[in-house]
């Protein structure tokens, strides 16, 4: 059962990958993504030797812009927090994949390789903390550029962010409620069999107001448009106007991953995590009476494809809300938070307390 | 020295650097950064005493709530401002000598005490077990408690009021 | 568990008397503030460590209740730098003589 200081460096690495990658990928999507809904072609002109691979190479050439960029900093800046906090941001947007499940057990010879990198027993609660701190990037980063325009979008960020944290916790209560554990892997495992004897028990099925509320407050977290008042790259400008070269890229990978990140969390709350329809451990056992029987490896890469997969539809939705909402002036944002969803997160909680009561 | 070991004196390191810096930086920014890295330090060292749970609410609750402090301590020290702030220290001396001799009182204290139970450190979630206790056995200085953070935010709304 | 307990508590004395001379030295309210949660949490961790020592959760069900007790505080305080701050134009808590006639 032990697991060697290997595998678990093994995981991490792929979690890791997995988030940048989708992160650094993201920016190809958005861009491809926002092109087809407006009716254009989109980025492709970055090529190697004449190749152009409908312009997939435009993440490495962003990466190879930004690291060859001077990163300046400002002469009136607080030089030591101004380096600090772009770091800080995209360390805690990274910290909170240690949780997520991305797979069941994978058994090689003797040893049980449980597919998730740090199995926390209270891994929700976990990812609320690293959610919450994600904002200190920000408004230290706003703080030490001393610049009026920095500093007035880095108070934003602050309000919008303890407005909506406040609702983040709010909006999973009634998920708790319903599998009485805070441990990821558990509630997964929870999802993992089937109402009716066909309908997979995923978490949408039970808190169908919750996902809804959950992905809102989500992108709300992710400082996007609708709600990206603190940034508003276009024309208002945010907390990281004096950033430059790889400190503006690590705020503008952070939005990425956080994004990703999102995504996970609601597949692993809402979606059944890596959780394939029918798909037992020891293979397929469809409601008609088939049976497919699979070894373990096999069922763990279907896992893991099934979590992908879920994962990458999710960017596309966030994406595609991204590109057709336009921007929410900054007294909505706040009155969203506070008026409607918090509310309605509270009776989501009542409503499924009473649901809870009368099924037992 | 074992891995254990070390955890524990970086932790304690850095929470105890983090304390300096809190309480002898001239800048409230760079306190509240201080704060925030002190408050992490104690998190860590909760999970090395294994009390999960602890350590998982203390990131939650202090460290996401240091927030507000830092950006006070922003605020204030924003370029525009000409007011004081008082960012000094006062009556250095007189205090050094009142907490050496309180600092003492508490080694001796702590060196003297027979520390006869060492305890069978298993690791368990202790996130139900808390509940469970909060639910019973205090439940009713849960919900006192709960009454009087409800009276303290209703306090801090009126008096922080502007009319 | 190879610290000794006691190790624990002579960080948290540390960290306690570390928060003493911030709250008697330092003259900004807020940084007062942060001195005072510094003490808490150094009670915090004795707490626990105690908890850790006798095997017993009741130690951390305590924990709960001083940050309760430091949340309500730091509200309060908060709220009232922020009052004394809109008639007075300072955080500096030797100004703070309102109640000194």
């Given at each position: ?7 678990i460096?093994?995981?991490f ?102 597919l ?10 976990y ?22 325009y ?42 993992g ?56 890229g ?29 798909l ?63 509310p ?17 | 020295?074992n891995f ?113 139970l060492q ?40 008096i922080?009021?502007?009319? | ?18 928060g003493?001379v ?31 020592h ?36 300072t ?11």
């Open positions: 059962m032990a697991e060697g200081i290997g595998i460096l093994l995981k690495g792929f979690i890791l990958l997995f988030a940048l990658g989708l992160g650094g990928l993201l920016t190809w999507v958005e861009r491809k993504q926002s092109a087809i809904m407006q009716d254009r072609i989109g980025a492709n002109r970055a090529s190697i030797f004449g190749l152009r691979l409908i312009g997939l190479f435009h993440p490495l050439a962003d990466a190879i812009k930004m690291f060859t960029k001077e990163s300046f900093t400002p002469a009136s800046a607080e030089k030591f927090l101004f380096t600090l906090a772009p770091a800080i941001s995209v360390f805690f947007a990274l910290i909170g994949f240690a949780v997520i499940p991305f797979g069941d057990k994978l058994i090689f010879g003797d040893t049980v390789v449980n998730q990198v740090a199995p926390l027993n209270v891994g929700l609660l990812l609320f903390a690293v959610a919450g701190l994600a904002v200190y990037g920000v408004v230290l980063g706003a703080w030490a550029s001393r610049n009026n920095a500093m007035l979008g880095g108070m934003r960020a602050a309000a919008q962010m303890i407005s909506y944290e406040v609702a983040l916790g709010v909006t999973i209560f009634g998920s708790i409620m319903i599998y009485q554990t805070v441990d990821l892997q558990q509630i997964v495992h929870l999802q069999g089937t109402f009716w004897g066909w309908l997979p028990a995923w978490g949408i099925f039970m808190q169908p107001l919750g996902f809804i509320l959950f992905l809102t407050v989500g992108i709300a977290e992710t400082k996007r448009v609708p709600f990206d008042a603190p940034e508003g790259e276009s024309e208002i400008i945010g907390y990281f106007i004096e950033y430059s070269g790889m400190g503006f690590m705020y503008f990978l952070t939005d990425f991953v956080e994004t990703v990140m999102i995504s996970a969390i609601t597949v692993t709350l809402f979606f059944g995590g890596w959780q394939v329809p029918y037992l451990a020891d293979g397929f056992h469809f409601p008609w009476g088939e049976v497919w029987l699979l070894n373990n490896w096999t069922v763990a890469l279907f896992q893991i494809a099934s979590f992908s997969l879920k994962v990458m539809f999710f960017l596309w939705l966030q994406m595609a809300i991204r590109w057709t909402l336009p921007r929410f002036r900054y007294d909505q944002i706040l009155r969203l938070g506070w008026k409607y969803i918090l309605i997160s509270l009776l989501n909680i009542v409503l499924t307390g009473i649901v809870i009561m009368v099924l037992k | 020295m254990y070991d070390i955890v524990f004196y970086l932790f304690a390191a850095l929470t105890i650097a983090s304390a300096g810096v809190l309480v002898f930086s001239r800048n409230v920014v760079y306190s509240a950064v201080g704060l925030l890295f002190a408050l992490s330090g104690v998190a860590g060292l909760y999970v090395l005493l294994a009390a999960d749970f602890v350590a998982i609410v203390q990131i939650l609750i202090y460290v996401g709530g240091i927030l507000v402090l830092l950006l006070f301590g922003v605020m204030l020290s924003q370029k525009g401002m000409r007011v004081d702030i008082g960012t000094g220290a006062k009556q250095l001396g007189p205090a050094m000598i009142v907490v050496a001799g309180v600092l003492v009182v508490l080694f001796r204290m702590i060196m003297k005490t027979p520390w006869a305890s069978v450190s298993e690791f368990e979630p202790t996130t139900n077990k808390i509940g469970v206790l909060m639910m019973t056995d205090y439940l009713i200085p849960f919900e006192i408690a709960s009454v009087l953070l409800l009276g303290a935010l209703v306090g801090a709304a009126f922080a009021r502007k009319d | 568990m190879i610290v000794p307990t006691s190790y624990y508590l002579f960080l948290g004395g540390i960290l306690f008397t570390i003493v911030g709250v008697l030295t330092r003259r900004n309210a807020i940084v007062i503030f942060m001195s005072i949660e510094l003490m808490l949490n150094a009670v915090n961790l004795t707490l626990v460590s105690f908890s850790n006798l095997n017993s959760l009741e130690g951390q069900v305590f924990v709960f209740f001083v940050m309760v007790v430091a949340a309500a505080e730091v509200a309060v305080g908060l709220a009232l730098v922020v009052a004394i701050f809109r008639t007075k134009n955080v500096n808590v030797d100004e703070f003589n309102l109640l000194k006639w």
